[in-house]
Nanobody
Framework: QVQLVESGGGLVQPGGSLRLSCVASGSFFSIYVMGWYRQAPGKQRELVAAITSAGRTNYADSVKGRFTISRDNAKNTVYLQMNSLRPEDTDVYYC?????????WGQGTQVTVSS
């Protein structure tokens, strides 16, 4: 069983930055596709960014050019650097790890962008 623990959320002003981190337990982190998702109350969870084991990335159109996903396999950690934050980025952000039919979710971390 893999456990994912997110951190780094908080309150930030529009235009500000935050870096989210997600630490995974277990020995097979490097083979997992890792992703960041977000969800607002009453809405579906949506993909923000993902990174494969080979380091290929993809982003939601709404965050391209502002957010960067990266991973450090030696630390079993995936990051989401969020710049130029907007009020509409306010959500609970979740980390997900997946490999074939297995998938694991973190508990989520709140990001609030407000002046």
């Amino acid at each position: 069983q893999v456990q994912l623990v997110e951190s780094g959320g908080g309150l930030v002003q529009p235009g500000g930055s935050l870096r989210l981190s997600c630490v995974a337990s277990g020995s097979f982190f490097s083979i997992y596709v890792m992703g960041w998702y977000r969800q607002a109350p009453g809405k579906q969870r949506e993909l923000v960014a993902a990174i494969t084991s080979a380091g290929r990335t993809n982003y939601a159109d709404s965050v391209k050019g502002r957010f960067t996903i990266s991973r450090d396999n030696a630390k079993n950690t995936v990051y989401l650097q969020m710049n130029s934050l907007r009020p509409e980025d306010t959500d609970v952000y979740y980390c997900k790890g997946s490999f074939m039919s297995d998938e694991y979710w973190g508990q989520g971390t709140q990001v609030t962008v407000s002046s």
